[in-house]
């Protein structure tokens, strides 16, 4: 799982379910999530980067305030890249 989370791309974002459906079973959301939640890495394994599948932010050890600042910090990043593509 941390392997996913690290591979998530700056400015991007991964919802609770597609970690679950690349680890091969969608009803692991809830796990995938109570394992982001004991991320001792947070800052280095990158788990703001993951939302819900409505792209509603859920839980963060830090805070949602925080979770939503971070994301908003990257998002040049995102739009850059999208820009070209």
């Known amino acids: ?5 690290a591979a998530i791309p700056y400015g991007e974002t991964r919802s609770y379910g597609d970690l679950a459906r690349q ?5 692991l959301a809830q796990a ?8 001792p890495l947070s800052v280095v394994v990158a788990c703001h980067r993951v939302v819900a599948a409505d792209g509603n932010l859920r839980g963060y050890a830090g805070g949602l305030e925080r979770k939503r600042y971070l994301l908003d ?6 739009e850059s890249a999208a820009r070209l593509f």
Do not use: I, S
Not at 32 to 38: I, K, R, S, Y
């Open 73 to 78: 910090l990257e998002e040049p990043a995102a």
């Open 1 to 5: 799982m941390w392997d996913l989370l």
């Open 32 to 39: 995938v999530g109570a394992a982001n939640a004991l991320n």
């Open 23 to 27: 680890l091969g079973d969608p009803a």
